[in-house]
């Protein structure tokens, strides 16, 4: 069994299927990549899985256990940590409250891993009790990403990581995280910069109109003529 097991689902908003039949699994350390076009349904699979979308029929499996129809605050305590593609910050609020608000689920905040956060992203240290929507995008993301990581996730969602980002920091994004899937956390992710994100993961799907198209490795989707002229441009 998967560590995370999506199938046969059909997902949406209230009544409007967005998702149909979607297969995926994700296997515990991997790096698990969501390509496609806009409009595909990606962000829709991270809804779904973390409880924001309805699961109109199929399963979503954790470690075994169906999480399809839980509230968001249980699938977190289930171990699934997920970084949206906006709004992922309390702005108002500084670095250092962010990642205390990161926490929230548990009884007492783990400074053993606010400091791993603090060590892993170090303008952040720098940065603590400035206001968090004084930090640039990459920064911002940063933050969002070490939020979801106080909680020690044994996977993480990310939403469009590279969103918003200036060129030049997109690689140093992809790179950080690199070292969170190196150092043992599961990642899954949507990105729109698919080539990259292919190049980077493990494995990979391609989404069109809310259903499976592909699923290969990434390098075999990036080097598939196929995938390349219709999803990656040539």
């Known amino acids: 069994m998967s560590l995370l097991d999506i199938d046969d689902l059909d997902a949406g908003y209230g009544d409007i299927k967005v998702l149909s039949g979607?297969?995926?699994?994700?296997?515990?350390?991997?790096?698990?990549?969501?390509?496609?076009?806009?409009g595909a349904g990606k962000s829709t699979v991270m809804k779904a899985i973390v409880g924001i979308a309805s699961c109109?029929?199929?399963?979503?499996?954790?470690?075994?256990?169906d999480i399809a129809g839980m509230a968001p605050e249980e699938i977190v305590h289930e171990g699934i940590g997920?970084?949206?593609?906006?709004?992922?910050?309390?702005?108002?609020l500084t670095v250092e409250e962010n990642l205390r608000i990161g926490a929230y689920?548990?009884?007492?905040?783990?400074?053993?891993?606010?400091?791993?956060?603090?060590?892993?992203?170090?303008?952040?240290?720098?940065?603590?009790?400035?206001?968090?929507?004084?930090?640039?995008?990459?920064?911002?993301?940063?933050?969002?990403?070490g939020c979801a990581l106080m909680l020690d996730p044994d996977v993480l969602l990310l939403d469009e990581p590279s969103a918003g980002l200036a060129p030049d920091l997109v690689?140093?994004?992809?790179?950080?995280?690199?070292?969170i899937n190196d150092a043992g956390t599961t990642v899954l992710m949507v990105e729109q910069n698919a080539k990259e994100a292919l190049r980077r993961c493990d494995r990979g799907y391609v989404l069109a109109n809310g259903e499976n198209r592909y699923e290969d490795d990434g390098d075999a989707l990036l080097n598939d003529e196929e995938v390349r002229q219709q999803f990656l441009g040539g």
Request: hydrophobic share 35%; no cysteine.
């Open 56 to 65: 109109l029929s199929g399963t979503v499996t954790f470690r075994g256990t």
């Open 22 to 38: 979607i297969h995926l699994h994700v296997e515990d350390g991997e790096y698990v990549t969501v390509v496609g076009p806009n």
């Open 82 to 92: 997920y970084v949206p593609q906006s709004n992922n910050v309390f702005p108002t």
């Open 105 to 145: 689920v548990l009884e007492t905040v783990p400074e053993e891993r606010k400091q791993a956060v603090y060590d892993r992203f170090p303008v952040l240290a720098d940065r603590t009790d400035e206001k968090a929507g004084s930090l640039s995008g990459g920064q911002q993301q940063m933050l969002a990403m």
């Open 171 to 179: 690689g140093d994004m992809f790179d950080r995280i690199d070292t």
